[in-house]
């Protein structure tokens, strides 16, 4: 038969064993449109030798098979001359063999050309690393997993949905390393050399990028790294050390003669911890372009701060800042704005002008307070100057001074906002921090009208909102101006009820007048153990909380305030203040079930299954149908090996709901452990039919397969598993000890190895699994010392 014409390309890349198994979906379907089967699994063996008897030899020899009576197809996967694996089809019919056979082997090759030529569509052609469409939709996948995962009452979220291996860990990095120095580089030394210097700083990124992250090139001269499942810390080391690998770069020019660095900058950014609520709330694509944007940000401010250091986007408000203008009358602005949270009060050392000198930096020029935060820019008050023979220009890097606010007056007066007449939000701190100790009780108040309003619109609103908030308020009410669309207010001698029915009347003035409704939060001292200076953090919890409540919006400062904001703080990785918060919030309501149940969700995070168990237990003492309640006691005490208690649990879980997968799956756990395969069978197969669980058992049939020794039936479910979540940790593991058991190509399982390890660094058995796949490649030297580190990770 004639070969058909070739499309791919003479210099492209070509594919290896692994992209088998990255591609494989693709393989899957390309295979089952001409060759039906209802399951299958991919075979890599060693060498050509070990499949030299049966019908392997026809394999070996580029030939499709069957094996008799088996109803198996064997299809040789092999391109360019070079056989790359074994694809084998179970439970498929292959009518006409005699005829049909001789094609499928073709058609095989056909399926790979065609994986290539998708592999070459998302690989830059210049680096080899991956494109920026693709970047972005493995970022907005990413967006999505994490957004299915953040709250903590959730079933599975307390402890992850594997008992003894983590899940999916509810964040991820970004890494974006900059050649800002490659224009420069093209001009002066031509664009073969620049061409050089792209290529080997996307060498340095592929090198020093784990083996689950993906590399990427974001632009012309920037390269970005996925990180799955990676924590601001860790994202941040990875970025130091990669800013260090960048800065070794150096390239001879045979024409001058000269080594030749191109100048580079790191930036780096995490979600969600680095995106507000606003951008939460966009679609998965938008705020994956957002995130990337953040990213290039921090590298742009990293580029001007000094040469080959990596910057985060968190360090932006804190060290990044730089002045913009020098208006009149002792004002300037900044390039701080609220999209890096920029907030006003704020107050900023400011330096001189450049990259921080190698010995330290200069005397400060002066300081400045934020008067006036916009979205990509502030307005400030020049507040000392150091020396007037050297004023604040243009340029001057800016450093957040982080101090409380001054305890006493200055005795020069204070300011007036010149729109609303109220205080400006400086002087509302110094005036409040003045008079709040000779205050037995007080309410602090804080407005904000809606965010997506016109400027123009708001900035009357606002206008109109001072003059009845003030009438509302009484003459004993100090007002200020809080943000652009904001006000706060003290009421002295106030409590929190009386303040709620002042401001209930405000709004419906408000209503009835058809002016713009604020969010209105309340709190109030005394209250629980607050000090008076924790009472302004109240209020901003209490109007995060209002912000979510219908019309009227109008919170106060109690346990399900609390609860929200220990929610946001478990969300953003802050376990243990998550876990305070919760506590207070208990304290202030005992009977609020949710933020107990998340409570003890925290606590399992901890480890302490003992007290989440006693959580969960007065959760139920309450109301014995509360599901989440039922699931995280059943795990507390499947995990503390109280089998007949999470039975129990389980059980109850199902007669209020009989398609919760989480419990269905815990049983089909128990019963394996107690080896009664057939019902954990049937609990995995029920899981298995309930929304979202068609992927999500997959993992679990495959350790059941391996309880029952059916090896081939743990591949085949395992590349199911992998299909459905290319992250998940412990079936890459898995997947790495099957290939080595059957004594297939150790340096696909070490690869698979590499990922579980890095996905889950804190499994000792996963290290294990890749010593002993170095181990099979001869590599002993790294075998030991992976050991070595698998001994760290178990002590």
Not at 487 to 511: G, I, M, N, S
Not at 528 to 542: G, H, I, Q, V
Request: net charge neutral.
């Amino acid at each position: 038969m004639k070969a058909h014409p070739s499309l791919l390309p003479d210099d492209g890349p070509g594919l290896d064993r692994r992209d088998l198994i990255t591609y494989e979906h693709l393989l899957r379907d390309e295979v089952v449109a001409f060759l039906p089967h209802k399951s299958y699994s991919l075979y890599f063996p060693k060498t050509l030798d070990d499949i030299a008897d049966g019908p392997m030899a026809e394999v070996a020899a580029g030939r499709a098979a069957v094996v008799p009576g088996e109803r198996r197809v064997l299809l040789p996967l092999a391109l360019g001359g070079r056989l790359l694996g074994v694809f084998v089809a179970r439970e498929a019919t292959v009518r006409a063999p005699a005829t049909t056979l001789p094609h499928l082997a073709t058609m095989a090759r056909m399926c790979l050309e065609k994986i290539l030529l998708y592999k070459i569509s998302v690989t830059d052609p210049d680096t080899g690393l991956a494109t920026r469409g693709l970047l972005l939709r493995a970022l907005a996948r990413a967006v999505a997993q994490v957004g299915d995962s953040l709250h903590p009452g959730a079933p599975g979220a307390g402890t992850g949905p594997d008992t003894g291996a983590p899940g999916f860990a509810p964040c991820f990095g970004l890494v974006v390393a900059r050649l800002h120095g490659l224009e420069h580089c093209q001009e002066a030394y031509g664009p073969a050399l620049a061409d050089k210097a792209l290529a080997e700083a996307a060498r340095t990124l592929a090198a020093q990028a784990p083996e689950q992250a993906l590399a990427a090139r974001a632009g012309d001269d920037t390269l970005a790294l996925f990180l799955p499942g990676a924590t601001p810390a860790a994202t941040r080391d990875l970025a130091q050390r990669l800013a260090r690998h960048m800065a070794e770069i150096l390239l001879a020019d045979p024409v001058l003669d000269q080594r030749v660095h191109p100048a580079s900058c790191v930036g780096h950014a995490a979600y969600p911890q680095d995106m507000n609520g606003h951008a939460l709330r966009m679609a998965a694509r938008e705020q994956a372009a957002t995130l990337l944007r953040k990213a290039l940000r921090a590298a742009a401010v990293a580029a001007r701060t000094g040469p080959d250091r990596a910057f985060g986007y968190p360090q932006i408000v804190d060290e990044g800042g730089q002045v913009r203008e020098v208006l009149p009358l002792g004002r300037l602005t900044v390039d701080l704005g609220s999209a890096v949270g920029a907030r006003e009060g704020q107050r900023f050392l400011v330096w001189p002008g450049g990259p921080e000198a190698p010995g330290g930096p200069a005397a400060p020029k002066g300081e400045i307070a934020l008067l006036e935060v916009r979205r990509s820019y502030s307005v400030a008050e020049i507040m000392t100057q150091a020396d007037p023979g050297q004023p604040l220009a243009a340029g001057d890097r800016l450093t957040r001074i982080r101090q409380a606010v001054p305890k006493t007056l200055d005795g020069h007066g204070q300011g007036r906002d010149a729109l609303t007449g109220l205080l400006r939000y400086r002087d509302f701190l110094e005036h409040w921090a003045a008079v709040r100790d000779r205050q037995r009780t007080f309410t602090l108040a804080l407005m904000r009208l809606p965010d997506d309003a016109d400027p123009r619109l708001t900035e009357a609103a606002l206008n109109g909102l001072a003059q009845a908030a003030a009438a509302a308020f009484g003459p004993e009410a100090v007002g200020g101006r809080h943000s652009l669309g904001g006000l706060v207010w003290l009421l002295p001698a106030t409590a929190a009820r009386q303040a709620a029915a002042l401001c209930e009347k405000l709004l419906e003035q408000l209503a009835r007048s058809g002016a713009p409704a604020p969010a209105i939060g309340l709190a109030q001292f005394p209250w629980l153990s607050f000090s008076r200076a924790d009472t302004l953090d109240n209020a901003a919890k209490a109007l995060e909380y209002a912000r979510l409540l219908p019309a009227p919006h109008l919170g106060r400062c109690d346990s399900l305030a609390l609860t929200i904001h220990a929610d946001k703080l478990f969300a953003q990785g802050r376990l243990y203040d998550a876990i305070e918060e919760y506590k207070l919030a208990l304290l202030a309501d005992r009977a609020n079930t949710t933020a107990r149940n998340s409570l003890g969700v925290a606590l399992a995070r901890t480890g302490d299954l003992a007290a989440a168990k006693r959580q969960f237990k007065t959760v139920l003492n309450r109301n014995p149908k509360d599901i989440f309640a039922l699931y995280n006691y059943g795990h507390a005490c499947q995990r503390t090996g109280k089998a007949p208690q999470a039975r129990e649990a389980y059980r109850a879980c199902l007669a209020v709901d009989k398609a919760h997968t989480f419990a269905l799956i815990r049983l089909g756990e128990l019963a394996q452990t107690a080896r009664r395969f057939a019902d954990a069978r049937r609990y995995f197969l029920r899981a298995q039919g309930t929304p979202g669980g068609q992927g999500l058992t997959e993992r679990y049939l495959a350790r059941l397969a391996l309880a029952q020794n059916d090896t081939e039936q743990a591949r085949e479910h395992l590349h199911q598993a992998l299909i459905h979540d290319p992250m998940d940790a412990l079936a890459l593991h898995l997947m790495a000890r099957l290939y080595l058991d059957a004594g297939e190509d150790p340096e696909v399982a070490e690869a698979l190895a590499r990922q579980s390890a890095a996905l889950a660094p804190g499994q000792p058995r996963f290290w294990a699994e890749l010593a002993r796949a170095l181990t099979a490649q001869g590599k002993h030297q790294e075998a030991a010392t992976t050991l070595a580190r698998a001994e760290q990770q178990g002590a």
